[in-house]
């Protein structure tokens, strides 16, 4: 049995190890530990029953003006211990904790456009939405995808923009456009 905790300094390497092994974009040993030192309740780890790191999630608060919200920085489950569910139960709890601990309005992450298998955890599992698409947001030029998944607070907030007919926030992004409410 997996079980799915909360990071501690020991485990930093392992995360680090999971993700030379399983993705592309990697990160400094200080990346890690800045996250662990500022957000420790946001890093989760998926631990075997052996004791080993078999996935993570690495995450952070941004704070925006009027608006804090949590980002996924990086996920990562190793191949051997893949379509269980890790990925969904690592996310699942990094989001908990951004709700309830930072109050997060909603959670933010970037994904490259061509990974379908993320694409499909995002939007059809956890329910996320593409916000917009970062050009060369990577450093090979591919694009990202980026992504959003409303808590409950965000979604009153964005219900109350959209009663008010506040747009401010769609006019200053370039989107948004189409016709107002009441057209």
């Known amino acids: 049995m997996v079980c799915i905790r909360t990071a501690t300094i020991d485990d930093l390497l392992h995360m680090q190890q999971c993700n030379l092994m399983c993705l592309p974009e990697n990160y400094q040993f200080k990346y890690y530990l800045y996250h662990l030192l500022s957000w420790p309740q946001l890093l989760q780890?998926?631990?075997?029953?052996?004791?080993?790191?078999?996935?993570?999630?690495l995450a952070k608060m941004e704070e925006d003006p009027g608006e804090a919200h949590g980002h996924i920085t990086s996920v990562?489950?190793?191949r051997t211990s893949r379509k269980v569910g890790l990925a969904t139960r690592l996310m699942k709890s990094a989001h908990e904790s951004?709700?309830?601990v930072f109050?997060?309005?909603?959670?933010?992450?970037?994904?490259?456009?061509?990974?379908?298998?993320?694409?499909?955890?995002?939007?059809?599992i956890l329910?996320?939405?593409?916000?917009?698409?970062?050009?060369?947001?990577?450093?090979d030029g591919?694009?990202?995808y980026d992504m959003r998944k409303y808590f409950e607070r965000g979604k009153a907030k964005q219900r109350t923009k959209t009663d008010?007919?506040?747009?401010?926030?769609?006019?200053?992004?370039?989107?948004?456009?189409?016709?107002?409410?009441?057209a």
Do not use: Q, W
Not at 45 to 57: L, N, Q, R, T
Not at 104 to 116: D, G, I, M, P, Q
């Open 45 to 57: 780890v998926a631990e075997d029953e052996s004791g080993k790191i078999v996935g993570y999630v």
């Open 76 to 78: 990562a489950v190793k």
């Open 98 to 100: 951004m709700d309830e």
């Open 103 to 124: 109050r997060s309005h909603f959670a933010s992450l970037h994904v490259r456009v061509t990974n379908k298998a993320a694409i499909h955890l995002y939007k059809n």
């Open 127 to 139: 329910e996320y939405d593409v916000h917009d698409v970062e050009d060369k947001y990577y450093a």
């Open 142 to 144: 591919e694009n990202a």
């Open 164 to 182: 008010r007919g506040d747009r401010s926030g769609d006019a200053a992004k370039g989107g948004g456009g189409g016709k107002p409410p009441d």
